[in-house]
């Protein structure tokens, strides 16, 4: 048995770029604006403000995390 990280098919290293991150959370923000008919800085504000979500690690998170 080993601890070591074996070889993942079908997971590029190189798909995951801070490009295609914000690529990726530039589409979100749209589909949901376009969804909402609001603008995707009033997106923006809604997710940060009134959700208390952030951006961590290229994923949407609540601000305030808890062990529970």
């Known amino acids: 048995m080993s601890t070591e990280d074996g070889e993942c098919s079908g997971r590029l290293k190189e798909v995951v770029t801070d490009e295609n991150n914000k690529k990726i959370h530039k589409m979100i923000l749209n589909e949901i604006a376009d969804t ?12 940060h403000k009134y959700l208390c979500m952030r951006r961590l690690c290229a994923k949407w998170v609540l601000r305030e995390l808890t062990f529970d």
């Open 36 to 47: 909402l008919k609001i603008s995707t800085e009033h997106v923006h504000h809604i997710i």
